[in-house]
């Protein structure tokens, strides 16, 4: 009986270190900084991320209980002084990188302290304040327009020439605000439902010849030749939408602003196992202040202000060619042309 017993408590005991075990490799794996502590503040276990963490807030190396002297963490040591709960969470911003803290304490009044590393979430959440401000800003413009215009033939006794120029106008904006909410759906799509866009194998030179029945009227209002050097069996992989995006956004971005009798070229530079490099240049007016290149993807970005609104167009566009292009894992550079024009080199996924 005695030899069951010990047999009893020694699988016991195997079992309760194999669960130790996985536990440890748990909070290894863990994409969070975890310590736990003794009641009288000793370490007992900790994860290499919480080692990290500690690193870059603290002058000291190596050394969890820094977070018992190290200012950095004075919040969290007035919480363990006071002791006004079991919880605590807070925030730290040292060295461009933000931090959220908590603590929990325990029944025995041993405690864990998880640091996670939300510099990327905090980041968005700022870009999203600064995205829906814009929103709201660019939403104003058409609609503050419209609502003028229909005000005046309601209220403005107007001869039918006029009525027609007001109603025009007032279309012309509804379109505005339409490509507008159309784009900031696409760019929420591309950020926050990226598995929502169908993969398939796209032909690029049927794709560019589509592009070019498309946009054929506006080509020829502005006296503009597009040529496509595209062989046969350049196959992208890639949603066609998005893909279709890129190159009509940057046509419409040489359209609108690359002036009249200029040339548009597409064609492919270079080639590795993986990618097709594409150049995509005009012959237009291009950038005169250079310093403006590295911002030109950025969502609403202006060289001048009232530059979209009066050649139309949303102020999404080329950030709807960085992100479509990034989703499809490529990158993209603007520069000037030696010869004139801008110039975009990038690269897509092969089928």
Request: proline content about 1%; glycine content about 6%.
């Amino acid at each position: 009986m005695k030899l069951f017993g010990n047999l009893v408590k020694s699988k016991r005991n195997k079992d309760i270190a194999l669960e130790r075990e996985k536990l440890l490799q748990h909070v290894h794996s863990l994409e969070e900084g975890i310590c736990f502590f003794s009641a009288d503040k000793r370490v007992e276990f900790h994860n290499n991320l919480f080692i990290q963490y500690i690193d870059t807030i603290t002058s000291s190396t190596n050394n969890p209980l820094s977070v018992f002297y190290d200012a950095a963490f004075d919040e969290l040591n007035l919480f363990l002084k006071q002791r006004k709960g079991n919880y605590f969470e807070t925030q730290i911003k040292k060295q461009g990188k933000a931090f959220s803290l908590r603590l929990n304490i325990f029944e025995d009044e041993s405690f864990e302290i998880i640091l996670n590393d939300i510099t990327k979430q905090e980041k968005t959440h700022l870009l999203k304040q600064e995205l829906t401000s814009n929103i709201a800003h660019e939403l104003r413009t058409p609609v503050t327009v419209i609502r003028g215009y229909l005000e005046t033939l309601l209220e403005q006794p107007l001869d039918e020439s006029q009525r027609l120029h007001f109603t025009r106008r007032a279309y012309q904006s509804t379109v505005a605000l339409s490509e507008l909410i159309h784009d900031m759906t696409l760019l929420t799509r591309i950020d926050e439902a990226p598995s929502s866009f169908y993969l398939e194998s796209i032909n690029l030179k049927s794709l560019l010849a589509d592009l070019q029945t498309d946009i054929a009227s506006a080509l020829q209002d502005k006296k503009i030749d597009m040529q496509c050097n595209i062989d046969d069996d350049v196959l992208i992989s890639g949603n066609r939408n998005l893909i279709y995006s890129i190159f009509r956004n940057l046509a419409d971005n040489s359209i609108r602003y690359g002036g009249e009798n200029i040339l548009i070229r597409i064609s492919k530079y270079k080639e590795d196992d993986d990618f097709h490099y594409i150049s995509f240049y005009d012959t237009g007016v291009g950038i005169a202040d250079e310093s403006h290149l590295s911002r030109l993807f950025e969502r609403f970005y202006r060289l001048n202000e009232g530059r979209t609104r009066d050649n139309g167009g949303s102020g999404l566009g080329l950030s709807i060619v960085k992100n479509a292009i990034s989703f499809h894992n490529g990158f993209i550079v603007a520069k000037n042309r030696a010869e004139g024009g801008l110039e975009f080199l990038f690269s897509l996924p092969k089928a």
